[in-house]
């Protein structure tokens, strides 16, 4: 990595990593706070299928700055990585570019998940037709609320890992430094599999794999065209 990227304190932070970082974590304190009684942002900004009565067409969007209130994790892990691979990106490649990238991987994200999601829906319509199924169990499937600035992330990531492939990264728990491009394989590969096992509820492997896939797919074409003629 090129140490002139490097930042340096809150401060220093590009304006759009800096920016979406404030964001995430004021909707977050708000999910904790006002939107488990006043105001029920999940219902209304999380991303639900299409078919659910909560699904509203802006979802594709706000799913990515809302993070589950119960899990501190959940929400610091993902702003981390943003900040680590976020605020290089950003000062490589400018402020607007950045965002487009950001969001883009975000939505892509989501499509890729709901497409996971119908798969899975359309197996169980079916069986609740058929009365095999409970009107508990498909309505709870159908009315899952997806949130989180994961699939946005991994797209962060995969560029990073596409951009700088021999940068040295420490991952916990692995005891030696790993280069980026062979830890963005093994996550991919991780979610890959949780992803058709659907052994880990509750996350959106589907989702982290669409937002590396979208990442890759515009530096791809990005370097087959000149980037400022790319919106």
Not at 7 to 28: A, D, M, R, Y
Not at 59 to 85: D, R, V
Not at 140 to 149: D, H, R, V, Y
Request: aromatic letters at 16%; a positive charge; proline letters at 6%.
């Amino acid at each position: 990595m090129r140490p002139d990227l490097r930042t340096s304190g809150f401060g220093g932070l590009p304006t759009i990593v800096k920016n979406l970082l404030i964001i995430n974590g004021l909707v977050w304190l708000a999910q904790v706070t006002i939107g488990r009684n006043l105001f029920p942002i999940e219902e209304n900004f999380a991303l639900f299928y299409p078919k659910s009565y909560y699904f509203k067409p802006w979802q594709s969007l706000t799913y990515m700055f809302l993070h589950s209130p119960g899990s501190f994790l959940h929400i610091l892990f993902n702003m981390f990585a943003l900040w680590m691979f976020g605020s290089t990106l950003e000062q490589l490649w400018g402020p607007k570019r950045f965002l487009f990238f950001y969001l883009l991987c975000g939505i892509g994200a989501a499509l890729v998940h709901m497409g996971a999601l119908w798969y899975d829906i359309s197996r169980l319509e079916p069986m609740f037709n058929q009365g095999l199924i409970s009107a508990e169990a498909y309505y709870g499937q159908l009315n899952i609320p997806t949130m989180g600035a994961s699939g946005a992330v991994m797209g962060i990531f995969a560029a990073f890992a596409y951009t700088f492939p021999n940068s040295q990264l420490l991952l916990f728990p692995i005891p030696v430094p790993v280069k980026a491009k062979w830890a963005l394989l093994g996550l991919a590969i991780f979610d890959l599999i949780g992803g058709v096992s659907n052994k880990q509820s509750g996350v959106a492997h589907f989702a982290h794999l669409g937002g590396a896939a979208v990442g890759i797919l515009i530096l791809v074409l990005w370097n087959k065209r000149s980037r400022n003629t790319f919106f």
